[in-house]
């Protein structure tokens, strides 16, 4: 982890593991032909300068082809920001590729933190490559 502070915003650094997946496809495209629609129930554990085990994330994803689509979803995670304890939500935004390259930009919630993340503001971002096992992020954030 690593941790570098602006006049305004911090930026922290570390990784995340999925600790469970579980997809389905939604509406009558059975086959899996595309474009389709699906929903993922996801479990994450991060560690670095976000500390949070069994994260709660749902995604919706349209799969444009096979190996191709956009994502949105939202994320619960429980556990501490650069030391401060609480719980707070993020909204992601994402898209992945025919390499299996994943990009994601995510933002906190509004009004989402609570305890010692009472007034958390920020965003951050990760790329999952083919074979990764743990997904570095970035994370900027201040309190409003």
Known sequence: M?????????QLT??????????????????GTCPRLAHATVTNAFSGGIEAADTTCE?????????TGTFTGMELLDGSVDGRRGTFAVEERGSFDERGTVRCA?????????????????TGAFTHEPGQTAVPYTFDYDFG
Do not use: C, M, N
């Open 106 to 122: 995510f933002e906190v919630v509004p009004g989402s933190g609570t305890g010692e993340l009472t007034g958390l503001r920020g």
């Open 14 to 31: 570390g990784h995340f593991t999925y600790a469970g997946w579980e997809e389905r496809t939604l509406g009558d495209r059975p086959d």
């Open 2 to 10: 690593s941790t570098q502070t602006s006049a305004r915003r911090t």
């Open 59 to 67: 995604y919706t994803i349209v799969h444009v082809t096979e190996k």
